[in-house]
Nanobody, 120 residues
Framework: QVQLVESGGGLVQAGGSLTLSCAAS????????MGWYRQAPGKQRELVAT???????NYADSVKGRFTISRDNAKNTVYLQMNSLKPEDTAVYYC??????????????WGQGTQVTVSS
C-alpha cells in the first residue's frame, strides 16, 4: 500500500518554469528510485527523468539542461524543476516510485498524473 500524490502542474507560457512535487506515503521500507514520466495526446508514455536513492540521475535527451530531478529521501518526495518550458513539453506528467514495502515486497507505483500545459 503506497500512494503517490503529485502537485505543481498547471498552465505556463513558453520559456517559463514549473516545479512538480510527488510525495510517497504508505507502508514503505525504502524507495530505490523515483522518476517522472509524461504522456502527450496520441503518444506513448515516455521517461523524463529518474533519480536513485544514492542521487544518480538520468534524463531524456529532450529535457537535459532544462529539467532537474531531485529527491528528499527522508520525506519520500521527488521533485521536478522544469525551466525553459516549450510547447512540446505539454503532457500529463506521472510520478513513479520503485518501492520496497515493509512486507519486503518490491513493487512499482504510479501517481494519478498532473497536467502541464505550455502555451506558445
Amino acid at each position: 500500500q503506497v500512494q503517490l500524490v503529485e502537485s505543481g502542474g498547471g498552465l505556463v507560457q513558453a520559456g517559463g518554469s514549473l516545479t512538480l512535487s510527488c510525495a510517497a506515503s504508505g507502508s514503505i521500507f525504502v524507495i530505490n528510485a523515483m522518476g517522472w514520466y509524461r504522456q502527450a495526446p496520441g503518444k506513448q508514455r515516455e521517461l523524463v527523468a529518474t533519480v536513485t536513492s544514492g542521487g544518480s540521475t538520468n534524463y531524456a535527451d529532450s529535457v537535459k539542461g532544462r529539467f532537474t530531478i531531485s529527491r528528499d529521501n527522508a520525506k519520500n518526495t521527488v521533485y521536478l524543476q522544469m525551466n525553459s518550458l516549450k510547447p512540446e513539453d505539454t503532457a500529463v506528467y506521472y510520478c513513479n516510485a520503485d518501492a520496497v514495502l515493509s512486507s519486503g515486497l518490491r513493487r512499482n507505483y504510479w501517481g494519478q498524473g498532473t497536467q502541464v500545459t505550455v502555451s506558445s
